[in-house]
């Protein structure tokens, strides 16, 4: 099990650092390339029968690159693992790393109230190659060893989820997996980030994150990240070399240039969206708050001890629904509209009409998201700003 220690912006700055950094640059220089070449047959057979001097030369694009490998090594650094591999999005990182755990005749545990394609993909498309599972409510760690079958390879949840900030104890479900010796813990940790909790030091397996949104950082790049031991990561980088969802290189330099300023960036987001959680909280218009750290939040307990920091995004009811959440929505002048969080630009959806709008008003209700839900991802615009214009357009 990895330390439980905070991520500083030291690690952020100085973790991970590459040995093969070229012309004494400061940071890794992007190596645009798709293929690398050899100086003679013998370089070749020294490279595949593994006696080549430098182990972690390339050989072609798919399979690696000195650029996406130096972010490898700080994200694994920071996020308390051994190892780590980048895709070319959130949803690769997902589905490769599933994907090389389970096959026909398997069975996975998901939690609900996870992002919707990675329900899609367990439930419809995992479904279709004969691999069972079992939909558990969000946090709901009591049930998950009633879950557990014979053939279960793995228990997959987000904490905090999407869109209600549930959080699961981390450590009851390593351990419950643990006691199963073939079952591995897979979590997509996307909305905590490492700064604000990381789930290996609880003992689970595989961590996961959609890094297009606080890794990245800036609303401008797609990438994902799997994250763990050595043996395991290797099965995923192995299967990425098959499936082909590789990381470019120039969108890992971008996402290595955004880790070092992870911890200020989300040290700022969490008070933010403290401070604009409270204040929705004692609003009139306001129905309902879901933050993990107000304490009306059913995950607060088990928030408050395995995490630093509560994130920043933060959802609630307005009063009036679709039509309350859209006056309130196109009447904010900062935020955005638009489905994403984790950047540096606060961003705000309305469920009902963005990430759902297929469905009617009964079948949202039916799987919990509410018409006047408001999904809120503050940026790193000032608390007092943010907090004034959420007061103006509340009326
Ligand atoms: C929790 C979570 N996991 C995974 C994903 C997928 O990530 P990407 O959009 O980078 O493919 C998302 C996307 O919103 C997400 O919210």
Known sequence: ???????????????????????????MPIVQTSTYTFEDTAEIVAYTQGTHPDAERGEYGRYGNPTVRAVEKRLAALEGTEDAVLFASGMAAVTTSVLALVKGGQHIVLFQDCYRRTLEFVTDVLGRFGVAHTLLPAGDVAALPGALRPETRLVLSESPTNPYLSCVDLERLAAACRARRTVKSMIDAT??????????SFGVDLVVHSATKYLAGHNDVLAGVVCGPAGLVSMVRDLRGVLGAVCDPHVAFLVGRSLKTLTLRVEKQNATALAVAERLEKHPRIERVFYPGLPSHASHAVARAQMSGFGGVVSFVVKGGLEGASRFVDAMKLARIGPSFGGVETLVEQPAVMSYYEMSSEQRQAVGIADGLVRLAVGIEDAADLVADLEQALG
């Open 1 to 27: 099990m990895t330390e439980r220690k905070r991520v500083t912006s030291t690690d952020c700055v100085q973790t991970g650092d590459d040995k093969h950094k070229a012309y004494d640059a400061v940071p």
């Open 191 to 200: 909305f905590a980030t490492p700064v604000n909790c990381r789930p290996a």
